[in-house]
């Protein structure tokens, strides 16, 4: 039989089987059907619920039907979280059922019993489906190349999601071992589409595509998936609020379209923010009690599984939620999505609005409820950006060295490393391609060593063997070490239970240790009273009391991204011109009307910047509309160059559509208009001498410190002296401080401080829009539509140039 | 030379140094706790990466206030080593030879578990607590005793506030009217926020500087 011949055969065998379940492949399906039979790697670009686990398992295993035996390993499908697993599992099984195969398909995870993980190691299963944290533990077993011996092909579903984390980075250093390893490997990634496709495709891959000489696929799904957009309007404009974030005066609006809709999942920005939907959605409309579940990260597993059970068995009507439901299980009877406030990106929007409807074909149906009067606007611009086909960049890591450490680590604790070859493999990864000789032999002294080799040999964490390789020489650090892979941290929270054990969910200790035993506060949609706190339990009991603190998780406030900010210039641009058709805006013209009166809406040729006087002080307010990041590193950055004009203290408040500067002095802004005061140039410079980049690169080093293994995270079994290894990532951040300022994780805090935090590439380009835009100065005579809610805003950052000592000696000491 | 602080305590004269030493100049001693010296090593030991020359400073600081001061006795106020054995107790060691002349006492903390050998072999005199002259010295603060007591234990901090919700917690001496808490010697031992009272004095370092924050009568 020819090769031709041969393939189209086996494809018929695939057909026959979809055809028999009532199926008809999609084109793009049969499109990675062939190029994966043709042997060769790349990703598929499908949206969730359109047919993209089909697209390669089902190759998979057409190739096992190929081969008489296909003893040990096959295939390994990642996945960025658990609660996947079972799903892919599920469509394995009924198509390996289908096509006769006899291979079994299993998850490991960290839910996985330590006996079936055993077993696996010993009996693995053709198919193994998993995470990049479980991947990493496996590379830290001894005898792992006979395990991956047999491995033909690495599937990494939700490319998009792990790329934006160091679970990417996992992914990739796990990679560069596979292609070493097992020469015939095939890669597959599964993407949703973001804004840097292109840029996903080199990041999975590496510089893999120059060595195999062959080229990588792309294989677009054609399937549309349709959204229907609705933006809910309050009834009286002019008494809505021109500030907040909760929108619970729009609640009465909602519950008609719960009661309406077979079921519906209801998106809330933050955990807080979800309780509180809950709570009052149980006050107003006490009949859904029982058919309304809440669901968030902080929330036990358990009572998350039942959420999940619950809805996709149609016992319950609707689930508040926050993004712990942005992947997961296939909902088939959700029909309905709402999200309350901004969703802050059109990526994130589409993904939740994804959630109803899903399946292939099927239209979804998403309403967004502003929480307060401007947001309204982001209504309109989230469709414009649909229309239009836009979508956010993944920003993927970079030279993380803490991750790097790790996985020096993980191979050193099984078979060991020599030096030459890890490095050659780690230089073909996207993230560390970068990295030179001096930035290697520094990090594989810090982990050999700590950093100095003067130190007395006693003290070496690796060692070489006979064959030259390193390898880990206490086997207590090497049993720490396999309990924390991993890239995750967790916050400092106590497991809150009931007095019968019973699991509820966790809460941060700092929202705890603020309430006395006795006292009620709301969590996971309950009433409860503390009994008390042990050890890193909180014991509580059911209360029924109506009121009662919510706990508010730390965490970060999602800036408004660049593409859904364009569009919301554009917008407002399209309202002066008088172009705009959009309800949204027309609903708006009130308000919009009265921002025109009082001062200005500006085009996108123009900047606008007010200037008023209160009993507060001087505000200066501008509205580059570029999300909080940006606006807090451009009011620090403004607020110094204004202070070299004029001696002047300035509190800065921000949102996502601008900031203000508040002085208790006149501010001399029309000097300053007339300085560049937008420059780009020497802007590190002044980004450095103006934003406390220490205290951020410090919040950064948390993580940091966590994952290259700084911060002992406890150990089972006790040992006697634990507590004498017991520190803070702030203490480990002053050492390096004073001690090791090149150190490179050390270095790695305020990069990623400077990318992440102070999004500064992103400032740049704002910065550069407004030098060439027209500057609008207008001098309302109280706060504008625009204005207001910046102005109410409490969490205000200060700012000040002065030398420490001297701040510290005008500080006092408050006695209570 | 680093600016130091006069103080009187208990009609004692007592002068304090940024490098988180106190010299008592009638007695002709001087004063340190809660050193944790072999802390960074214990870290390394366990895995841990630092950098391994961080310890170097605590005896640098060491050696220049006794150089400066030229005591006759050292008072060691407790947590002297941090944890088990390790090389940094050579390089104590070789710092108690170097100044051989001077009398190292030291009343034992909770972290000093090294064994006793170890104290006599480098001439180390080890108390529970020592009472010199109005002095009562001890390593956990004491409550309600009859003499002023000078204790350690604590790595004393206080938060200061500013203006425009500005705030920073220093490492601090503290003077009470019948206790003062002085700070860790020690690099990379954290600090235990105190809450002052009326009457406490409190004096903040930041780096090598000495800042007086008692608050002012109202």
């Given at each position: 039989m020819?090769?031709?011949?041969?393939?189209?055969?086996?494809?018929?065998?695939?057909?026959?089987?979809?055809?028999?379940?009532?199926?008809?492949?999609?084109?793009?399906?049969?499109?990675?059907?062939?190029?994966?039979?043709?042997?060769?790697?790349?990703?598929?670009?499908?949206p969730?619920?359109?047919?993209?686990?089909?697209?390669?398992?089902?190759?998979?295993?057409?190739?096992?039907?190929?081969?008489?035996?296909?003893?040990?390993?096959q295939a390994?499908?990642?996945?960025?979280?658990?609660a996947?697993?079972?799903?892919?599992?599920?469509?394995?099984?009924?198509?390996?059922?289908?096509?006769?195969?006899?291979?079994?398909?299993?998850?490991?995870?960290g839910?996985?019993?330590?006996?079936?993980?055993?077993?696996?190691?010993?009996?693995?299963?053709?198919?193994?489906?998993?995470?990049?944290?479980?991947?990493?533990?496996?590379?830290?077993?001894?005898?792992?190349?006979?395990?991956?011996?047999?491995?033909?092909?690495?599937?990494?579903?939700?490319?998009?999601?792990?790329?934006?984390?160091?679970?990417?980075?996992?992914?990739?250093?796990?990679?560069?071992?596979?292609?070493?390893?097992c020469p015939?490997?095939?890669?597959?990634?599964?993407?949703?589409?973001?804004?840097?496709?292109?840029?996903?495709?080199?990041?999975?891959?590496?510089?893999w595509?120059?060595?195999?000489?062959?080229?990588?696929?792309?294989?677009?799904?054609?399937?549309?998936?349709?959204?229907?957009?609705?933006?809910?309007?309050?009834?009286?404009?002019?008494?809505?609020?021109?500030a907040?974030?909760?929108?619970?005066?729009?609640?009465?609006?909602?519950i008609?379209?719960?009661?309406?809709?077979?079921?519906t999942?209801?998106?809330?920005?933050?955990?807080?923010?979800?309780?509180?939907?809950?709570?009052?959605?149980?006050?107003?409309?006490?009949?859904?009690?029982?058919?309304v579940?809440?669901?968030?990260?902080?929330?036990?597993?358990?009572?998350?599984?039942?959420?999940?059970?619950?809805?996709?068995?149609?016992?319950?009507?609707?689930?508040?939620?926050?993004?712990?439901?942005?992947?997961?299980?296939?909902?088939?009877?959700?029909?309905?999505?709402?999200?309350?406030?901004?969703?802050?990106g059109?990526a994130?929007?589409?993904?939740?609005?994804?959630?109803?409807?899903?399946?292939?074909?099927?239209?979804?149906?998403?309403?967004?409820?502003?929480t307060?009067?401007?947001?309204?606007?982001?209504?309109?611009?989230?469709?414009?950006?649909?229309?239009r086909n836009?979508?956010?960049d993944?920003?993927?890591?970079?030279?993380?060295?803490?991750?790097?450490?790790?996985?020096?680590?993980?191979?050193?604790?099984?078979?060991?490393?020599?030096?030459?070859?890890?490095?050659?493999?780690?230089?073909?990864?996207?993230?560390?391609?970068?990295?030179?000789?001096?930035?290697?032999?520094q990090?594989?002294?810090?982990?050999?060593?700590?950093?100095?080799?003067?130190?007395?040999?006693?003290?070496?964490?690796?060692?070489?063997?006979?064959?030259?390789?390193?390898?880990?020489?206490?086997?207590?650090?090497?049993?720490?070490?396999?309990?924390?892979?991993?890239?995750?941290?967790?916050?400092?929270?106590?497991?809150?239970?009931?007095l019968?054990?019973?699991?509820?969910?966790n809460?941060?200790?700092?929202?705890?240790?603020?309430?006395?035993?006795?006292?009620?506060?709301?969590?996971?949609?309950?009433?409860?009273?503390?009994v008390?706190?042990?050890?890193?339990?909180?014991?509580?009991?059911?209360?029924?009391?109506?009121?009662?603190?919510?706990?508010?998780?730390?965490?970060?406030?999602?800036?408004?991204?660049s593409?859904?900010?364009?569009?919301?210039?554009?917008?407002?641009?399209?309202?002066?011109?008088g172009?705009?058709?959009?309800?949204?805006?027309?609903?708006?013209?009130?308000?919009?009307?009265?921002?025109?009166?009082q001062s200005?809406?500006?085009?996108?040729?123009e900047?606008?910047?007010?200037?008023?006087?209160?009993?507060?002080?001087?505000?200066?307010?501008m509205?580059?509309?570029?999300?909080?990041?940006?606006?807090?590193?451009?009011?620090?950055?403004?607020?110094?160059?204004?202070?070299?004009?004029?001696?002047?203290?300035?509190?800065?408040?921000?949102?996502?559509?601008?900031?203000?500067?508040l002085?208790d002095?006149?501010?001399?802004?029309e000097?300053?208009?007339?300085?560049?005061l937008?420059?780009?140039?020497?802007?590190?410079?002044?980004?450095l001498?103006?934003?406390?980049?220490?205290?951020?690169?410090?919040?950064?080093?948390?993580?940091?410190?966590?994952?290259?293994?700084?911060?002992?995270?406890?150990?089972?079994?006790?040992?006697?002296?634990?507590?004498?290894?017991?520190?803070?990532?702030?203490?480990l951040?002053?050492?390096?401080?004073?001690?090791?300022?090149?150190?490179?994780?050390?270095?790695q805090?305020?990069?990623?401080?400077?990318?992440?935090q102070?999004e500064?590439?992103?400032?740049?380009?704002?910065?550069?829009?407004?030098?060439?835009?027209?500057?609008?100065?207008?001098?309302?005579?109280?706060?504008?539509?625009?204005?207001?809610?910046?102005?109410?805003?409490?969490?205000?950052?200060?700012?000040?140039?002065?030398?420490?000592?001297?701040?510290?000696?005008?500080?006092?000491?408050?006695?209570? | 030379?680093?600016?130091?602080?006069?103080?009187?305590?208990?009609?004692e004269?007592?002068?304090?140094?940024?490098?988180?030493?106190?010299?008592?100049?009638?007695?002709?001693?001087?004063?340190?706790t809660?050193?944790?010296?072999?802390?960074?090593?214990?870290?390394?030991?366990?895995?841990?990466?630092?950098?391994?020359?961080?310890?170097?400073d605590?005896?640098?600081?060491?050696?220049?206030?006794?150089?400066?001061?030229?005591?006759e006795?050292?008072?060691?106020?407790?947590?002297?080593?941090?944890?088990?054995?390790?090389?940094?107790?050579?390089?104590?060691s070789?710092?108690?030879?170097?100044?051989?002349?001077?009398?190292?006492?030291?009343?034992?903390?909770?972290?000093?578990?090294?064994?006793?050998?170890?104290?006599?072999?480098n001439?180390?005199?080890?108390?529970?607590?020592?009472?010199?002259?109005?002095?009562?010295?001890t390593?956990?603060p004491?409550?309600g005793?009859?003499?002023?007591?000078?204790?350690?234990?604590?790595?004393p901090?206080?938060?200061?506030?500013?203006?425009?919700?500005?705030?920073?917690?220093?490492?601090?001496?503290?003077?009470?009217?019948?206790?003062?808490?002085?700070?860790?010697?020690?690099?990379?031992?954290?600090?235990?926020?105190?809450?002052?009272?009326?009457?406490?004095?409190?004096?903040?370092?930041?780096?090598?500087?000495?800042i007086?924050?008692?608050?002012?009568?109202?």
């Amino acid at each position: 039989m020819s090769r031709d011949k041969e393939f189209f055969k086996q494809i018929d065998i695939a057909k026959t089987w979809f055809d028999r379940q009532g199926w008809i492949p999609f084109p793009f399906q049969l499109d990675a059907w062939s190029h994966y039979l043709k042997g060769r790697s790349g990703v598929v670009n499908a949206p969730t619920g359109s047919g993209k686990t089909y697209s390669l398992l089902i190759p998979i295993l057409l190739q096992g039907l190929k081969h008489e035996s296909c003893e040990g390993l096959q295939a390994i499908w990642i996945t960025p979280i658990r609660a996947l697993t079972k799903e892919i599992r599920d469509a394995g099984k009924r198509a390996i059922d289908g096509l006769g195969l006899d291979w079994r398909i299993e998850i490991r995870s960290g839910d996985t019993s330590t006996a079936v993980r055993k077993s696996q190691l010993h009996n693995p299963p053709q198919i193994l489906i998993t995470t990049p944290e479980s991947v990493h533990i496996l590379l830290a077993t001894k005898g792992y190349p006979a395990f991956f011996r047999n491995l033909k092909t690495v599937v990494v579903d939700e490319w998009h999601e792990l790329m934006g984390s160091k679970r990417g980075v996992l992914m990739e250093l796990a990679l560069s071992r596979f292609k070493v390893m097992c020469p015939q490997l095939q890669i597959w990634g599964i993407s949703a589409t973001i804004g840097n496709m292109e840029e996903a495709m080199s990041v999975l891959f590496g510089n893999w595509k120059r060595r195999k000489n062959q080229s990588l696929i792309t294989v677009r799904s054609d399937v549309k998936k349709e959204i229907d957009i609705e933006t809910i309007i309050p009834d009286d404009i002019e008494t809505y609020p021109w500030a907040g974030h909760l929108g619970i005066r729009l609640i009465e609006k909602v519950i008609p379209i719960i009661q309406r809709s077979r079921s519906t999942l209801i998106f809330t920005n933050t955990r807080g923010q979800c309780e509180i939907w809950y709570q009052k959605l149980m006050d107003v409309a006490p009949e859904l009690a029982g058919l309304v579940a809440m669901h968030h990260g902080s929330i036990s597993r358990e009572i998350r599984d039942w959420v999940e059970d619950a809805l996709h068995d149609e016992h319950i009507k609707a689930v508040i939620c926050t993004s712990s439901l942005d992947l997961g299980v296939d909902f088939r009877p959700v029909e309905t999505i709402i999200q309350i406030g901004s969703p802050k990106g059109v990526a994130r929007f589409v993904q939740r609005a994804g959630r109803s409807g899903h399946q292939p074909g099927a239209r979804s149906k998403i309403y967004f409820l502003p929480t307060h009067s401007l947001e309204i606007v982001e209504g309109a611009a989230l469709k414009e950006a649909i229309r239009r086909n836009i979508v956010e960049d993944r920003i993927p890591f970079v030279r993380s060295f803490d991750v790097l450490s790790q996985y020096l680590m993980t191979l050193a604790v099984s078979e060991g490393f020599h030096e030459d070859a890890i490095l050659e493999e780690v230089r073909s990864t996207f993230s560390y391609a970068s990295v030179n000789d001096e930035e290697w032999s520094q990090i594989l002294d810090f982990t050999r060593s700590g950093g100095s080799l003067e130190a007395y040999e006693e003290y070496h964490k690796l060692g070489r063997d006979r064959t030259g390789k390193y390898r880990v020489i206490n086997k207590r650090i090497a049993t720490r070490h396999r309990l924390s892979i991993g890239t995750i941290v967790g916050d400092h929270s106590l497991q809150v239970r009931y007095l019968n054990g019973k699991k509820l969910g966790n809460i941060e200790e700092t929202f705890l240790s603020k309430l006395r035993p006795g006292e009620h506060f709301w969590f996971a949609g309950r009433s409860l009273e503390l009994v008390r706190i042990k050890d890193m339990n909180a014991f509580v009991k059911r209360a029924n009391s109506k009121t009662g603190k919510t706990p508010s998780w730390q965490g970060g406030r999602m800036p408004l991204s660049s593409q859904l900010s364009a569009m919301i210039r554009f917008k407002l641009d399209s309202y002066t011109s008088g172009a705009n058709q959009d309800s949204e805006i027309m609903a708006l013209d009130e308000i919009l009307s009265y921002q025109q009166e009082q001062s200005h809406i500006p085009t996108e040729e123009e900047f606008l910047i007010e200037y008023l006087r209160d009993r507060d002080g001087y505000h200066l307010l501008m509205f580059p509309f570029e999300g909080r990041f940006v606006h807090e590193g451009m009011g620090a950055l403004l607020s110094y160059r204004l202070g070299k004009l004029k001696p002047l203290t300035f509190s800065i408040a921000m949102n996502d559509y601008g900031f203000e500067l508040l002085a208790d002095k006149p501010i001399p802004i029309e000097q300053a208009l007339e300085t560049d005061l937008f420059r780009t140039s020497g802007l590190q410079e002044d980004i450095l001498a103006s934003v406390n980049s220490a205290q951020m690169a410090r919040k950064r080093f948390r993580d940091i410190a966590s994952i290259a293994g700084l911060i002992f995270r406890g150990f089972p079994g006790k040992y006697k002296k634990e507590r004498h290894l017991r520190s803070s990532s702030g203490l480990l951040f002053d050492v390096f401080n004073d001690y090791d300022p090149n150190n490179l994780l050390y270095l790695q805090a305020f990069d990623e401080a400077m990318i992440f935090q102070l999004e500064e590439a992103r400032l740049r380009v704002a910065l550069d829009r407004i030098s060439k835009q027209k500057i609008i100065l207008k001098r309302p005579e109280t706060a504008t539509p625009f204005g207001f809610p910046i102005m109410v805003d409490q969490l205000r950052e200060r700012l000040s140039s002065e030398q420490l000592k001297e701040r510290i000696a005008r500080m006092k000491l408050i006695i209570d | 030379m680093l600016d130091v602080i006069e103080i009187t305590v208990a009609r004692e004269l007592l002068v304090l140094h940024p490098y988180r030493a106190v010299y008592w100049p009638k007695n002709n001693s001087l004063m340190v706790t809660d050193l944790h010296l072999g802390k960074i090593q214990h870290f390394i030991k366990a895995g841990i990466s630092l950098p391994s020359h961080a310890s170097m400073d605590n005896f640098e600081r060491l050696s220049s206030t006794l150089l400066q001061f030229q005591p006759e006795r050292l008072l060691i106020l407790g947590d002297l080593f941090h944890s088990d054995y390790n090389s940094d107790w050579r390089v104590f060691s070789e710092l108690r030879q170097t100044f051989a002349a001077v009398q190292f006492d030291l009343i034992l903390g909770n972290h000093d578990s090294l064994d006793s050998k170890l104290y006599a072999d480098n001439k180390i005199d080890v108390y529970e607590n020592l009472k010199i002259g109005p002095f009562l010295l001890t390593h956990k603060p004491l409550e309600g005793s009859a003499d002023y007591n000078i204790a350690g234990h604590l790595h004393p901090g206080v938060k200061l506030y500013g203006q425009s919700r500005q705030s920073i917690t220093l490492p601090c001496f503290y003077f009470g009217s019948r206790q003062a808490i002085l700070p860790a010697f020690g690099t990379f031992t954290g600090v235990y926020k105190l809450k002052p009272e009326k009457e406490d004095r409190v004096i903040v370092i930041s780096s090598d500087h000495l800042i007086d924050v008692t608050p002012e009568e109202a």
